[in-house]
């Protein structure tokens, strides 16, 4: 199979969009092989494909159905590139995505080395309180659900230092645990704002403590709104870089929103 593809760099969150029509019951598959390090090499791929509602630029369905804002970042990128978006200059990008009802606006910047985006995030189908067992030990954690993925917050202060080892000793009952496909176990050191979110997809056995994670970033957010009762609008250190997330909080999430900075990095043919 020959593939066009895009490579894209949200805080370096590698992201592979498929520009080739594929059938959706192969997207998991191809998905899957196209971020091996044998091939295209990234923490996750989507799929370009013609919009449902005409208002739409363009629709991005992520390999597992799942919804991913730095993705859709990437498309807005993508677009303002392909449409020849000159530096200084903004636009917004109406698009639809994977796991995510209606349309997702996407602002787009284009900065010296590349585009500043701000999307808007689906908000979240239920918020409790609940326990993980890792190593053996229960962990007090904040699940946030959304559709597609769901996202644990464990403070760094409750499991500590060496957090990955533990993590990925843990792994496979984790899985167990955890009915859903997609999810995402998000160490968050509130003392420095900084995150580590361990991502898996279950069924296209996918693994990878992400880089820079936008709906990690956004559950974070909502953590913090939740917990203080009140909105937020802060930087969230990764790996890969900074990722802002804005949240508006009245007795419950009303809006919210991630931004961060992103870089087209490849763009050519894959073989599959």
């Not at 957010?221 to 009245?250: F, M, P, R």
């Amino acid at each position: 199979m020959k593939l066009d593809f895009v490579k894209i760099s949200p805080t370096e969150n590698m992201t592979i969009l498929v520009k080739t029509a594929v059938p959706t019951e192969q997207q998991l598959a191809v998905g899957a092989k196209l971020i091996e390090y044998s091939s295209v090499y990234a923490e996750q791929a989507g799929f370009i494909e013609e919009p449902i509602n005409k208002n739409a630029a363009a629709r991005l369905r992520m390999m597992a159905g799942e919804f991913c804002g730095n993705a859709t970042m990437s498309l807005g990128a993508y677009i303002a590139f392909k449409n020849g978006l000159e530096i200084g200059n903004e636009t917004d990008i109406p698009l639809e995505v994977s796991g995510a009802e209606g349309i997702r606006n996407c602002h787009i910047k284009a900065v010296d080395g590349g585009y500043i985006g701000t999307v808007s995030m689906p908000l979240p189908v239920s918020v409790k309180e609940c326990t993980l067992n890792i190593n053996d030990k229960e962990y007090y954690v904040t699940e946030i659900a959304f559709e597609g993925i769901k996202h644990y917050i464990l403070p760094k202060n409750s499991i500590g230092e060496g957090f990955k080892a533990k993590l990925e000793g843990s792994l496979e009952n984790l899985k167990n645990a955890i009915e859903d496909d997609v999810f995402g176990i998000v160490v968050f050191d509130e003392e420095n704002m900084r995150i580590d979110p361990l991502v898996v997809v279950k069924s296209a056995g996918s693994v990878y403590w992400e880089r820079g994670c936008g709906s990690g970033s956004e559950a974070t957010g909502i953590y913090l709104a939740y917990k203080n009762k009140e909105s937020i609008k802060c930087g969230l250190k990764q790996l890969g870089g900074i990722i802002t997330v804005d949240v508006e909080y009245d007795n419950g999430i009303k809006k919210a929103a991630i931004t961060g900075k992103v870089k087209i990095a490849a763009e050519g043919t894959a073989y599959i």
